[in-house]
């Protein structure tokens, strides 16, 4: 489903260990940094309330289990290709980046852009990505340690 969002538009740029906030109250922009925790999400929810279109990146799994707790307090929230808001931002011509600022884009772009609202997928599927994922891990290394083993093997004995 597309959204060109009745609600006021939250940009979060999503790191390992904090969130950068951009949101708009009264055209005044509001900066806010949490922890990527249970406990930063709670102080975001505090500062922009749960009646927000929250727009981010997909950043690997660091923007994941965020996301799952917004839809969980009944926010809407995009999950939009990091692709994107690069290209988005170099149409516009701007230059430098810092986490602030990133967050401030990812608003711009929520509110200039129709978003596509995020879904969870189904608790099977993920399952299944995740064990895919262990897997192919495991065959990895074990290709690894097949050759280190064949190339101690080949080294000949003095």
């Not at 708009?24 to 500062?47: C, I, P, R, T, Y």
């Not at 701007?94 to 609202?117: C, E, F, I, N, T």
Request: net charge positive.
């Amino acid at each position: 489903m597309d959204s060109q969002s009745a609600f006021p538009v939250v940009g979060i740029d999503v790191s390992k260990a904090t969130l950068a906030v951009c949101y708009q109250v009264d055209q005044q922009l509001k900066h806010l940094e949490v922890s990527n925790s249970k406990a930063g999400f709670q102080q975001l929810m505090k500062s922009c309330g749960t009646q927000c279109l929250f727009v981010m990146e997909a950043t690997g799994t660091y923007n994941l289990a965020l996301a799952y707790y917004l839809h969980e307090q009944g926010g809407q929230v995009a999950v939009v290709n990091p692709l994107v808001i690069k290209r988005f931002i170099q149409m516009h011509l701007s230059k430098g980046k810092s986490d602030r600022k990133d967050a401030q884009w990812l608003l711009r772009y929520g509110q200039q852009q129709p978003v596509r609202v995020w879904q969870p997928e189904e608790t099977v599927l993920v399952e299944c990505r995740q064990l895919e994922q262990v897997t192919e891990q495991l065959l990895k290394q074990k290709i690894m340690v097949s050759n280190a083993l064949e190339a101690l093997q080949r080294q000949p004995l003095i």
